[in-house]
């Protein structure tokens, strides 16, 4: 397995991933009826659980469990910060989200 990195996933805390729980089979119990997660602060973006939330919601973790036998940290990292921009591309305030820095990274 690739030994993780010390640079951590450059999430924008945009949120957006976690307004699609309803999509993710791991976290439909969490869909608090719209496809939203029931645990998102919606004014902050934030995770209320943070400290406890699913292993799914964790990147280094899910990724050690689940896809490092498939994929490399890098390849890993590129897929999901693709699936992030892609989110915030087709957001109503992607200006907010400073896309910049998802991009800087790759
Ligand atoms: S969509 Fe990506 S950048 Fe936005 S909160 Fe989720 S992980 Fe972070
Ligand atoms: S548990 Fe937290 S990190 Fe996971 S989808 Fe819900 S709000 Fe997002």
Redesign the pocket.
Known sequence: MERLPAIPFPCTRC?L??R??GT?KE?SE?DRGDGI?????LEEN?????GE??E???IGKSYEKRFSHIWSWGEFLFLNLFHCVELQRKSDKKSEYVLEKSYNYL
């Open positions: 949120g991933c976690c699609q729980a993710v976290l969490l997660c029931r645990y998102l602060n934030i995770c209320t659980i943070y939330r699913p799914i919601c964790t």
